[in-house]
């Protein structure tokens, strides 16, 4: 069965460092997705990434926040300057379509900024 | 912001009994509602889902139902296996306002079937 992987699983970042987290949607997907789950808290989203541009994003996404698809497979979120509060599990997500139906998740990358 | 709400943050059952997850939303916009399962360590994983309108959406051990009236939408899973002990998210998306696709959830409430 088809599935989105991410990598690293883990990473550990000294704060004011630059990650990029790194997602391979399903293959016939064309919608992708980044949102974040900080430890005992809700799964928010961060944004939609649609025809190599970001149809959607929230205010979390700042300018610290970056995304790009930089070949036909791979889709990947940076974070600049990393801070404390950014560590949480990220996960990235893509969908066939953005009407009525589903998105598919991958496993989560921890980020844990020290 | 709490469009939508999942005010039992855990239920506990028995196994082969009814499992009744609920969530509530205040968004009349949202047209599309999703629930997904997820373990530690693990990203959620898509269960069921229901479109504003339906009532009712069956699969298998997993029932939907939404009360769009009230507002409200609830998981029903019959007969609960031990298997399913997890926390579960509903989700919402109105897909009728700019089409991104974007997913809002619910706090989640954590399952736990005992044998």
């Known amino acids: 069965e088809p599935e989105v992987t991410q990598t690293p699983s883990h990473q550990v970042t000294q704060m004011g460092q630059e990650v990029i987290l790194r997602c391979v949607p399903i293959s016939n997907h064309l919608y992708f997705y980044w949102y974040r789950q900080i430890l005992g808290q809700k799964v928010e989203f961060l944004v939609s990434f649609y025809n190599n541009e970001i149809s959607e994003k929230s205010e979390i996404f700042d300018d610290q926040f970056s995304v790009e698809r930089p070949d036909g497979s791979n889709f990947t979120l940076k974070i600049r300057s990393t801070k404390l509060e950014d560590s949480a599990m990220y996960f990235c997500a893509s969908s066939e379509d953005s009407g009525n139906t589903e998105a598919f998740f991958g496993q989560g990358t921890r980020l844990t900024v020290v | 912001d709490q469009q939508v709400k999942q005010n039992s943050p855990s239920l506990s059952v028995q196994e082969g009994r009814i499992s009744i997850l609920n969530c509530d939303y205040t968004n009349s916009m949202f047209d599309y509602f999703l629930w997904y399962k997820k373990y530690p360590a693990e990203g959620p994983t898509f269960l069921i889902s229901i479109s504003s309108i339906k009532d009712k959406n069956e699969d298998g051990r997993f029932t939907v139902f939404l009360n769009k009236s009230a507002k409200h939408l609830s998981l029903h899973i019959v007969p609960s296996q031990p298997g399913d002990s997890a926390v579960y998210f509903c989700?919402?998306?109105?897909?009728?306002?700019?089409?991104?696709?974007?997913?809002?959830f619910g706090q989640g409430t954590t399952l736990q079937v005992k044998p």
């Open positions: 989700a919402a998306s109105d897909y009728g306002s700019g089409n991104t696709g974007k997913l809002i």
